[in-house]
């Protein structure tokens, strides 16, 4: 049970029911996470806001979902990795491969870097060793796509602590076990 209101479509009003129109055409509805951000506008808007500029990066839609992927184990948000796990197959990433980038061991070089650096910046909260950052530049990545890997597990952090502060009811199938 979700321990802040739910916003139903319905109910919202102002920039809120503006951003649900934007939602629904793109998601074709409004899914439970928004229902509950949908108590902020700004909150809601930032989320789409910070998404929608990610989403016209550098960076493509799978290396995002590896991103999304790694911090939603590493945080253990099993809303987010329901629903990451149904993206990232729109993404090209099968089920038993978003297992392996759950577990830390993708099978593409690149997608392995990513997710090592992902973890190594969620686990100094920032402070990466020089080596760190080395080996995701030699991965191929340019100091735009770091950037923009930050700004991605940022989105994805803010989706997971609000998911645990909340308990978002799932909409989505659980992710499996690993």
Do not use: W
Not at 78 to 102: M, P, S, V, W
Not at 119 to 138: F, N
Request: a negative charge.
């Amino acid at each position: 049970m979700p321990r802040l209101k739910v916003i139903e479509p319905n109910q919202a009003k102002g920039k809120t029911a503006e951003l649900y129109d934007a939602l629904t055409k793109k998601l074709g509805k409004v899914i439970n996470i928004f229902k509950g951000m949908g108590n902020s506008a700004a909150g809601l808007n930032a989320y789409m806001t910070l998404s929608g500029s990610l989403a016209e990066g550098e960076l493509t839609a799978t290396e995002r979902e590896v991103i999304a992927l790694v911090t939603g184990e590493i945080n253990k948000c099993h809303y987010c990795l329901a629903a990451h796990t149904q993206i990232a197959a729109l993404a090209n990433i099968d089920a038993g491969e978003a297992i392996n980038i759950r577990k830390g061991q993708p099978t593409d070089a690149k997608h392995k870097a990513i997710a090592d650096f992902t973890k190594a910046v969620i686990e100094t909260t920032g402070y990466v060793s020089d080596p760190q950052l080395q080996a995701i530049r030699d991965a191929g990545y340019s100091d735009g796509q770091i950037v923009e890997i930050l700004a991605t597990l940022s989105l994805n952090y803010y989706t997971n602590i609000f998911n645990h502060v909340n308990e978002t009811e799932m909409d989505f199938p659980e992710a499996p076990a690993i």
